[in-house]
């Protein structure tokens, strides 16, 4: 039975209760009758709660479908509407259009129940009678025997293939009870009593199961089960859920489950999910085109990690934590930036220096070059880029000394070294001079500063440059808070071109003679304590309205740089000499 459900909208009109004017005092009898007399001369509040919202579907025969939503979300709701189970009062109004196999549900009328069954997420039974009590006269309830319309269903063959049919079905539906005792793992607790609170009885997992085998009786075409699961292990969730993937395939029922904590396993068992969302469908669908069509809106699930979870926590405060984490693109000389491209050209220097303390400057040196790089490059060359690592960084006097108890501007320049012996065309330093005065900040920047005259690529964030660490680079990318993108450009001499576009926007106070650009540029855009700039001022917008802005985004659509024209850093090293 094809079922169809099309906009369906539950709102509800609920009393609130209004505290604003009631003071909390001491429950004695004259304030308590005070008290019900001013609720009952209070005017009520009522506010409407929406349940569902235009909730739309279509479940088809043969397949399982689940329903997820964090709770409160509607779930029950929607089950108890397919099922024609909802309760309608005055102050409940519902909308939208359920059919099944194209006849509308108003139609059907008391006789729905027949065709289609719903498990209702609470346990209701006589706490007398045992299992195999409740299961026999639900069993008994719903026809023990082939009905006439059955009989026809069965009745398309020869005779005696009719007959034979006819029989099989009615010792199944004689045997039925035991059939199911043996299908829910019941067959330890069959002549226990249900219970209740007051009276002892089965578990809560075995009470669930037998609710749900007794609304598996009948003929039903359409199976609609509301949090079967809870009390359930997994394995036992896993085998009820797999009787019913059985029945939905080989009898082509339609099946709808809602579940709250389905693990990998069960979930593979259903074919379509219905995801909700505060009365909203986030997703209806193919489950195994779930994964894809949220990260196509920029949630990844992450490795190792529930489908199930991730689809629930997208409707959380945690759905921040799938989103992509890198977005945008990223070119080498003008090609993708793979992540095996990425690890043969760059290198990346940390804060922390870790090496080992008994190997000598060279040999830290010579073993990143022999580790690192191409098994193809001579040993002579890979030597020779250790002797060029000790020059560019100053470090052959102390070439031969242990590395313990070496200083912190020491170890600093043998972390970049480290880095520079594999020989990478692009080099990250992630703030090289933090715990370092000013005279030994400049010794590595100088060295950075050589190490780029060779034609590298090098990228470096300081936190407290001064300004001859600050005149070492070329150009500056100014982040604010937020990771917001507020300068890109070359600095020009002594910083005059960062000095003349932030003095270009009104308010911003003129650099004083004698003081830092680097430190200037902080309290500009609001880094320092006491900025003096209005905070209203938008910087980012500012600058993607300026020319360097319109400079940058001209050399992002010219074609990669190919090579490294030498003459041009030989020039420029000419001039810092």
Avoid at 40 to 46: A, E, Q, R, V
Avoid at 336 to 356: K, N, V
Avoid at 374 to 395: F, G, I, M, R, T
Wanted: proline share 3%; glycine share 8%; aromatic share 8%.
């Amino acid at each position: 039975m094809e079922v169809r459900f099309h906009n369906i909208s539950i709102s509800a009109h609920i009393t609130v209760k209004d505290e604003t004017n009631i003071k909390t005092e001491l429950p004695t009898l004259t304030n308590t009758v005070k008290m019900t007399a001013i609720r009952m001369n209070t005017k009520k509040n009522i506010v409407k709660k929406e349940i569902l919202r235009n909730v739309s579907g279509v479940l088809k025969p043969g397949t399982m479908t689940l329903v997820l939503g964090q709770p409160g979300s509607g779930k029950s709701s929607l089950l108890k509407v397919l099922g024609g189970r909802f309760p309608t009062t005055k102050r409940v109004h519902i909308d939208g259009e359920v059919t099944y196999n194209g006849t509308s549900q108003d139609k059907f009328g008391a006789r729905l129940p027949q065709f289609v069954s719903y498990v209702d997420q609470h346990d209701k039974h006589f706490p007398t009678l045992t299992v195999k009590e409740t299961l026999e006269f639900a069993n008994a309830c719903t026809g023990a025997n082939l009905s006439k319309r059955e009989e026809k269903l069965y009745s398309h063959g020869t005779d005696a293939q009719n007959q034979a049919a006819v029989d099989v079905l009615r010792t199944t539906y004689q045997h039925y009870p035991n059939i199911m005792i043996q299908q829910l793992g019941l067959e330890n607790c069959q002549n226990n009593i249900m219970g209740n609170a007051m009276v002892r009885g089965v578990s809560g997992g075995e009470r669930k199961r037998v609710t749900t085998g007794e609304m598996a009786f009948g003929n039903k075409f359409v199976l609609l089960m509301d949090e079967i699961s809870t009390g359930l292990d997994s394995a036992a969730t896993f085998d009820i859920i797999s009787t019913q993937h059985s029945l939905a395939k080989t009898l082509k029922k339609t099946v709808m489950i809602s579940l709250l904590q389905p693990s990998p396993e069960v979930f593979a068992l259903f074919d379509d999910v219905i995801l909700l969302n505060d009365g909203y469908v986030m997703y209806h669908g193919p489950r195994a085109q779930v994964l894809g069509y949220f990260e196509s809106l920029g949630f990844k699930c992450p490795a190792n990690r529930d489908v199930a979870d991730f689809l629930l926590d997208l409707g959380t405060n945690k759905q921040y934590q799938y989103e992509d984490g890198i977005r945008g693109e990223i070119l080498l000389n003008g090609y993708p930036a793979t992540e095996l491209a990425i690890r043969r050209a760059t290198g990346y220097c940390e804060q922390m220096d870790i090496h080992s303390d008994a190997s000598t400057f060279r040999e830290a040196l010579t073993f990143s070059a022999f580790l690192r790089q191409d098994a193809d490059v001579p040993d002579n060359q890979k030597y020779d880029s250790v002797n060029e690592c000790l020059d560019l960084l100053d470090l052959h006097p102390i070439a031969d000394h242990i590395i313990r108890g070496s200083s912190t501007e020491q170890m600093k320049r043998l972390t970049i070294g480290v880095e520079l012996a594999a020989q990478p065309s692009v080099l990250f330093l992630d703030e090289p001079t933090s715990g370092l005065d000013a005279r030994s900040a400049k010794l590595i920047m100088d060295g950075v500063r050589k190490v780029a005259d060779t034609g590298r690529t090098i990228v470096c964030t300081i936190h407290q440059p001064s300004v001859m660490v600050f005149s070492v680079f070329d150009s500056l990318l100014l982040l604010k808070r937020g990771g917001e993108m507020v300068f890109f450009g070359d600095l020009g001499a002594n910083a005059s071109n960062l000095v003349k576009y932030f003095e270009s926007i009104d308010g911003v106070t003129q650099l004083e003679e004698g003081c830092n650009p680097a430190s200037w540029m902080l309290e500009v855009i609001g880094a320092g304590v006491g900025s003096d700039i209005d905070a209203k001022t938008d910087f980012v917008a500012m600058f993607k309205a300026s020319t360097q802005y319109l400079k940058l985004e001209e050399d992002l659509d010219q074609e990669g740089y190919n090579g490294v024209d030498t003459d041009k850093i030989k020039d420029k090293s000419a001039e810092r000499g």
